[in-house]
C-alpha cells in the first residue's frame, strides 16, 4: 500500500513539474512573440483612399507656393568678398548689386601680368635681334663654320617660338583678369528676393551650398510631397486643382510638370526601430505642379492640391498589383486587423488593367481597411500605423509636413514677397 502511495506521488509530482516546464515555455514564446511584433511597425494605407473611391472625396495633398526660377550664385573661391550689400528678404532688380570681391588684389596681379607680358615681348625683340645677326656673320665664315652658326640660329629660331607661345598665353591672362576687375560688382539677374547668404559656403552638415539664392517673383509653381508607397498614384502630366486654404472657392489648374524620383525626402519625424536595430524611416518624393496662371498667389503660401477626378471610375476596388503577394497559386495582401495588428490575409481577384497596372478585388479587402505594402520584413503580428500623411486628412497635419523649419528670415522673405507682388499689380 506504501509503495503504491509513494508511486501515485511521484507520478502526480512528475505531471505537475512537466506542467510547469510546459506552461514556462509557453510564456517565454508568447512573451518572445509579442516583442518580435512590437519590435517593428508596419505603415498602412486606407484601401478607399488607394483605390480612390475615398468616400467620394479626391485624393488630396498639402502643397507650397514656390518660385519657378531660383538663382543660386557661387563665390570665386580664389577672390575675397569685400562688402555685401543686401540682406536676407531683400528685395533686388535685374541689376542690383548684390556683392563686391576685393579689387586690390586683382589689380596686383593686373600689373605683375603686364610686367611679364612687357619682359617677353622684350625677349622676342632681342632673340630676334641675335637671329638676324647670326645670318649675316654666317654669311661671311668658312664652309666648315657655317654648322656652328647654323645650330645656335635653330636654338634662338624655338627660343622665338616658346617665347612668342608665352606671350599669347599672358595675353589671354591679362584679358581675364581685366574680366574679373570689371565684374568685381556682382548683380542680380533676375526680379526677386534674397533667400539665403552663407558666408561659410556650407550649411550645419557641412554640405557645401550656394553663396548666395535669389528666389524669383511672379511666375510661381507647387511643390507637393507623396509617400513612397502611394507615389505611383500619380503622374506627369497629370491635370490637378490646386485649392486655396483660407477661401475653399478659390482655385487654380494646373499639371503635374515633375515627380523627383531622384530626391527621396525621409521623414526626420516618422520612423521606427527594427528587430536589427537600425532606424527605418518612412520617405517621400517631391513633385511640382506646373499652374495655368499664378494670379493673387503669393510665395510661401500654402494650399491643397487635389487631383482631378475621371469622369468615368470603375466599380468596386481596384488596386495596384504590387500591393498584393503571390504564393502557389494563391494571392495575400498585407492587411490591418481589428487589434491593429498585421494579417496576411487571402484575397479572390477580378479583372487586371494593363493600362494601370491594377486588379479588381472581387473577396477579401473592403474598402474601410488597411493594407501595407508589402516588403519581406512584414510578419503576422506587427503593430500597425496608418499613414496619414497623405488623403483628405492632410489638412490636418499640413503644417507639420510643409511647414517644418520655417526660420524668422523665412518669414520676412514671404512679407517681402508679398509686397513685390502688390507692387507689381
Given amino acids: 500500500m506504501q509503495k503504491k502511495k509513494k508511486l501515485i506521488i511521484i507520478v502526480g509530482s512528475t505531471a505537475v513539474a512537466l506542467l510547469l516546464i510546459f506552461i514556462g515555455l509557453w510564456y517565454f514564446v508568447l512573451r518572445n ?69 576685393d579689387s586690390d588684389e586683382i589689380e596686383l596681379k593686373l600689373s605683375q601680368a603686364e610686367l611679364d607680358l612687357e619682359q617677353l615681348t622684350n625677349e622676342v625683340s632681342t632673340l630676334n635681334s641675335q637671329i638676324s645677326l647670326l645670318e649675316k656673320e654666317k654669311a661671311n665664315v668658312s664652309a666648315e663654320e657655317k654648322l656652328a652658326y647654323t645650330t645656335q640660329i ?5 627660343d622665338v617660338k616658346r617665347a612668342e607661345y608665352n606671350q599669347k598665353s599672358k595675353s589671354v591672362e591679362i584679358e581675364q583678369i581685366k574680366k574679373s576687375l570689371e565684374n568685381s560688382t556682382v548683380t542680380s539677374e533676375i526680379v526677386g528676393v534674397v533667400k539665403s547668404i552663407s558666408d561659410s559656403g556650407t550649411n550645419m552638415y557641412g554640405e557645401s551650398v550656394p553663396y548666395m539664392t535669389i528666389l524669383a517673383t511672379g511666375d510661381y509653381r507647387i511643390k507637393g510631397k507623396i509617400n513612397e508607397q ?5 503622374s506627369e502630366s497629370q491635370p490637378v486643382t490646386i ?22 525626402v525621409t521623414d526626420e519625424n516618422n520612423y521606427y526601430m527594427s528587430s536589427t536595430g537600425s532606424e527605418d524611416k518612412s520617405s517621400s518624393y517631391p513633385f511640382y505642379i506646373e499652374l495655368d496662371t499664378s494670379e493673387d498667389l503669393i510665395l510661401g503660401q500654402h494650399v491643397y492640391i487635389e487631383l482631378t477626378q475621371e469622369e468615368a471610375q470603375k466599380d468596386g476596388i481596384w488596386l495596384y498589383s504590387e500591393y498584393f503577394v503571390f504564393e502557389d497559386s494563391e ?14 490575409r487571402k484575397v479572390t481577384l477580378g479583372d487586371y488593367d494593363e493600362e494601370s497596372g491594377e486588379y479588381q478585388v472581387l473577396e477579401g479587402l473592403k474598402k474601410d481597411e488597411y493594407i501595407a505594402w508589402p516588403e519581406e520584413r512584414l510578419s503576422k503580428g506587427i503593430n500597425c500605423i496608418i499613414s496619414d500623411e497623405e488623403g483628405p486628412d492632410a489638412a490636418i497635419i499640413d503644417d507639420a509636413i ?17 509686397d513685390t507682388m502688390e507692387d507689381v499689380q
Fill in 230 to 234: 502611394n507615389v505611383w498614384m500619380i
Fill in 243 to 264: 485649392r486655396s486654404r483660407v477661401d475653399s472657392e478659390k482655385t487654380w489648374t494646373g499639371i503635374i510638370s515633375l515627380i523627383d524620383l531622384e530626391n527621396k
Fill in 33 to 101: 512573440n509579442n516583442n518580435s511584433s512590437s519590435d517593428e511597425v508596419a505603415y498602412v494605407s486606407s484601401v478607399a483612399e488607394l483605390a480612390g473611391i475615398s468616400n467620394g472625396l479626391q485624393n488630396r495633398y498639402s502643397g507650397i507656393v514656390e518660385p519657378q526660377e531660383t538663382l543660386e550664385i557661387k563665390r570665386d573661391e580664389e577672390r575675397t568678398v569685400k562688402e555685401i550689400l543686401v540682406q536676407e528678404g531683400d528685395k533686388v532688380e535685374v541689376g542690383t548689386s548684390l556683392f563686391t570681391y
Fill in 331 to 344: 494571392t495575400y495582401a498585407w492587411v490591418m486587423d481589428s487589434k491593429e495588428r498585421l494579417e496576411k
Fill in 154 to 158: 635653330q636654338t634662338a629660331q624655338n
Fill in 402 to 418: 510643409m511647414g517644418e523649419g520655417e526660420t524668422e528670415a523665412d518669414m520676412q522673405i514671404i512679407d517681402s514677397a508679398e
